[in-house]
């Protein structure tokens, strides 16, 4: 009966085991194949990045360190989450406008100047800085 008992505990165990492996896989991202090329940053990132905020639009404006040679793509997003790519923007234009926003949400920016399909720069960060009223229920 003992025996009997210690080896569904075994089982169970080896069950919890396994099952424990494969949610942590599942957890872990995938590793990058071999050979694949990490980006890096290695030329001049866009400078004085500025955004004008007109509540339901906010323009975006930087200075271009290529000189009109490089595209640039501008990230944003809500603030405290992660930035996603807005727009591709052509070489020598150094200003974007995002339209459709919540004015009651702040947003941030940035703009990265693409030199290659593994160089790029990314600039210094800016947030909106909206102070929303509340209003009596």
């Known amino acids: 009966m003992v025996v009997a008992v210690v080896a569904v505990v075994v089982a169970l165990a080896a069950v919890i085991g396994v099952g424990v492996m494969i949610l942590d896989r599942r957890a872990t991202p995938p590793a990058a194949a071999p050979g694949s090329p990490t980006p890096v940053e290695s030329d001049p990132p866009p400078g004085n990045l ?14 271009d360190p290529s000189d009109g040679l490089v595209p640039f793509m501008v990230a944003g997003g809500r603030a405290g989450q992660p930035l996603g790519v807005l727009a591709t923007v052509d070489p020598g234009q150094t200003s974007y406008t995002v339209n459709g926003l919540n004015s009651r949400v702040d947003y941030c920016f940035a703009v990265l100047a693409v030199y290659g399909t593994e160089r790029f720069a990314t600039s210094s960060q800016v947030c909106t800085s909206r102070e929303v009223s509340s209003t009596p229920d």
């Open 50 to 63: 500025k955004l004008r905020d007109d509540t339901a639009t906010i323009t975006l404006t930087w200075t």
